[in-house]
């Protein structure tokens, strides 16, 4: 019998093919993952346009692991109230929980959270090419770390309880047609941003300038935090005494409220998805807000200004400053599944993964991510990173009341302020008067 | 004991497992809110005696003014949609009593609002107000009015109000027709006959007659708006400022934002002595059962 040439290439190429996926996966995986096949966990994450692209990866996780994942996905402002009754009870019934960055403090403190560092040091669970020094540093610090300075911030005590997945800073996004219209350059300043709202409110007829959050509660203000810290505007200082009412935050209040009254119509209702739509259908020439928008904007069935859109850095005020947010993956205390849960967390966190998840307009947590060239062609990568070096970690203050100084306090006057039923100064001046209130009942003011 | 002694206590006796299930199942959630308000707790924390505050979670619901804003909004809303839903239901009811080909689809028409979700309500009716995007703005841009429904007090309040019209009108017209299709017609017969007009039947013949059920409809719908959380949680999340926050959505904040169960156990006793006191307030002014009893 005689061996053609042909046959050995082919032979080889198959052994090749075969043997190639072993070794790989059995450095991308814990030495005792092979032990968690045939799990099943529960992740409690939220609707989202990154967790939208995340869920596709799902099989892929099933299929080289063995463990078996099932969902309960929710509107993210909804998360917690799941999460807190899960997690306060024995035995929770979530493995994973993917929280919003100001609850970190809350959740680490109700001792709802487990270390991570220990899983990290353990070889059967840790994965071996993981890189933790890949995560874009500002990610992993403002999202995983819990008992720094302030409770919150990187530094001494600092522990790691989360793996950042979908989180965010700030970009401004812009329309380049309607700008290059009306002779506007793009703006780098808040007074060039301010005179380009009303110019395309003067001039654009049923446009706004700036699409912006506005709606009652935490959605309003998440808007005003973008323009408070480049302001140098503060919520509440390091002895926590509130200063909303300074004239840096109401400055910010100002420009805030100027910028609701240039925006688009009934801009003073709007939640995210209403903001980012209102952006993405052409009702808006800017959008100042996370870098979620960079998928939907490039996707023609979400966008009607798939190619007109242009990217910069979020504009200067008092200083350069922008947002430090989104999501974190964590494990809770009470689950009996953390091994598997840790595994998942790693593997969704991984570089092939992050690679895959911003290739389809998900948000890239890792440098190398941002180096690859299939993420460069879809991805305005330079301005991305351009825009993480002005991330502020304390952009908000995330001490455990500030749910309810968000939702219950800044969340109504700010909302009474841009539709012009309350004063600026009096009612950042009474915000300022119960959020003292609110920090006093904590025990911050005790000696 | 004699026969008659014990005869006196056999009704008793058979009523004593519905008035356990009824303790059980009524009297001991709401005690046990009771209880929860005199304590400082997160949700997921149970009441310790570390935790006890006595009635100083009260005095704090009392002396807040967002919560008293957010009373008086919610009092606002239940007059004025409870005043339409009943003038507009009796008002359709009256039209529509005679034999009217079609009437069975019709009234089934007429039911859909009140089988959809509250929460799909609010939803549906945030679209139908949207600036931009919403039917009713691109009605009235017609005539040249383009308002922010949403994103201005006075407008919000009055869509979270047609809206709770729209989805519960068909009630109040439902059991209003139901109480006049069983009228004696005698009696209506004979005030014709006396020469007495249409309006007159009405006001001095049907509205009396059926006022009973209108009091126990309004009592209903009372009970109902006092309640409203969903509609406004999804159209306005009680926005702009506290314009729309009903009172449940502050509850609801306080329990689920906040966490603070106690705090909002204290509003959730606040909320149901109000719903009792208007209660009881209705029931004193014309109760439907007395008169049922006496005549």
């Known amino acids: 019998m005689t061996i053609t040439r042909r046959q050995v290439l082919k032979t080889t190429a198959a052994a090749a093919a075969l043997s190639l996926p072993l070794p790989y996966y059995a450095r ?43 969902l309960d996905e929710m509107p993210y402002l909804r998360l917690k109230d799941a999460q807190v009754l899960q997690m306060g009870k024995p035995k929770g019934d979530y493995d994973v929980c993917v929280y919003v960055i100001m609850w970190k403090t809350e959740y680490v403190q109700r001792k709802f959270l487990t270390e991570l560092e220990p899983m990290f040091q353990n070889p059967e669970l840790a994965m071996p090419n993981y890189d933790r020094g890949d995560i874009i540093k500002g990610y992993y610090e403002g999202l995983g770390l819990v008992g720094g300075p302030r409770g919150y911030l990187p530094g001494p005590g600092a522990k790691l309880y989360g793996l950042p997945y979908g989180a965010e800073c700030s970009v401004l996004a812009y329309r380049k047609d309607i700008l290059a219209k009306h002779n506007i350059a793009v703006p780098k300043t808040y007074d060039e941003l301010l005179a380009a709202c009303r110019t395309v409110k003067q001039k654009e007829p049923g446009m706004g300038g700036l ?18 810290t480049p302001n140098d505007g503060l919520v509440i200082d ?18 805030f409220k100027e910028i609701i009254a240039t925006g688009p119509d009934g801009g003073a209702s709007f939640d995210f998805g209403q903001m980012l739509n209102s952006f993405l259908q052409g009702q808006s020439a800017m959008y100042l807000d996370t870098i979620s928008v960079f998928g939907p904007a490039r996707d023609p069935a979400k966008s009607k200004i798939v190619d007109t859109v242009g990217y910069a850095l979020h504009p200067k005020a008092a200083k350069f400053s922008g947002e430090l947010g989104g999501f974190g993956m964590a494990i809770p205390q009470n689950s009996a599944k953390k091994e598997a849960a840790f595994a998942f967390m790693q593997w969704m966190t991984s570089k092939a993964q992050d690679v895959k998840a911003a290739a389809q307009g998900g948000q890239p947590m890792r440098l190398s991510t941002l180096d690859h060239a299939d993420v460069q062609k879809v991805y305005p990568v330079e301005v991305y990173k351009e825009c993480l070096k002005i991330s502020n970690p304390d952009w908000r203050p995330i001490i455990n009341e500030w749910t309810e100084i968000s939702e219950k306090v800044l969340g109504v006057h700010l909302s009474e302020i841009i539709t012009g039923k309350a004063d600026i100064k009096t009612s950042m001046t009474d915000a300022a008067a119960k959020i003292k209130t609110i920090c006093e009942r904590a025990g911050y003011y005790k000696t | ?40 707790v997160r949700l997921g924390e149970a009441p310790s005696p570390q935790a006890f505050r006595g ?3 009260f005095i704090e619901v009392l002396s807040d003014s967002a919560a008293r804003e957010s009373m008086a909004v919610t009092l606002k809303f239940a007059v004025v949609v409870c ?13 529509l009593e005679g034999k009217i080909p079609g009437m069975s689809v019709l009234r089934t028409i007429f039911v859909l609002p009140m089988m959809i979700a509250p929460v799909c309500v609010g939803l549906i009716w945030r ?4 600036t931009n995007a919403g039917p009713i703005n691109a009605w009235v841009s017609g005539f040249g009015w383009k308002p922010a429904w949403l994103a201005d007090s006075s407008l919000a309040f009055l869509a979270v109000c047609i809206t ?27 005030a014709r006959i006396d020469g007495a007009r249409l309006w007159q039947v009405i006001w001095h013949i049907k509205l009396p007659l059926i006022m009973p059920i209108l009091m126990i409809t309004l009592l209903m719908r009372l009970i109902d708006a006092l309640r409203g959380l969903e509609v406004v949680y999804a159209m306005t999340n009680g926005g702009p400022g506290l314009s729309t926050e009903l009172f449940p959505l502050h509850i609801y904040k306080s329990a689920f934002v906040t966490q603070r169960m106690g705090h909002s156990a204290a509003l959730s006793v606040c909320l149901l002595a109000v719903t009792t006191v208007l209660s009881a307030a209705l029931l004193v002014f014309n109760n439907p059962l007395r008169r049922g009893t006496s005549s």
Not at chain 1, 34 to 58: C, D, F, M, R, T
Not at chain 1, 238 to 255: G, L
């Open chain 1, 28 to 70: 991308a995986q814990g030495t005792g993952w092979s032990k968690l096949k045939g799990q099943s966990i529960v992740v409690n994450w939220p609707s989202h346009p990154h967790y939208a692209v995340a869920k596709k990866l799902l099989p892929d996780f099933t299929a080289e692991t063995g463990i078996k994942v099932e």
């Open chain 1, 211 to 228: 699409a912006s959050r506005a709606q009652a509660g935490h959605q309003v203000t998440a808007g005003w935090l973008l323009h408070l």
């Open chain 1, 238 to 255: 390091d002895k926590y005494m509130p200063r909303v009412a300074d004239p840096a935050a109401i400055k910010a209040t100002e420009t």
């Open chain 2, 1 to 40: 004991m004699n026969q008659a002694g014990q005869s006196r206590w056999i009704p008793y006796a058979f009523a004593l497992p519905a008035i356990a299930v009824m303790a059980i199942g009524l009297f001991y959630p709401i005690l046990e809110t009771l209880r929860l308000s005199f304590y400082e």
């Open chain 2, 55 to 57: 009635l100083r979670l």
């Open chain 2, 83 to 95: 005043a339409l839903e009943l003038a507009i239901g009796i008002g359709l009811a009256l039209l």
């Open chain 2, 127 to 130: 679209y139908m107000f949207d």
């Open chain 2, 164 to 190: 709770d019209i729209w989805q519960f009108t068909p009630f109040v017209f439902i059991m209003a027709l139901a109480a006049l299709q069983g009228l004696d017609a005698s009696l209506v017969e004979a």
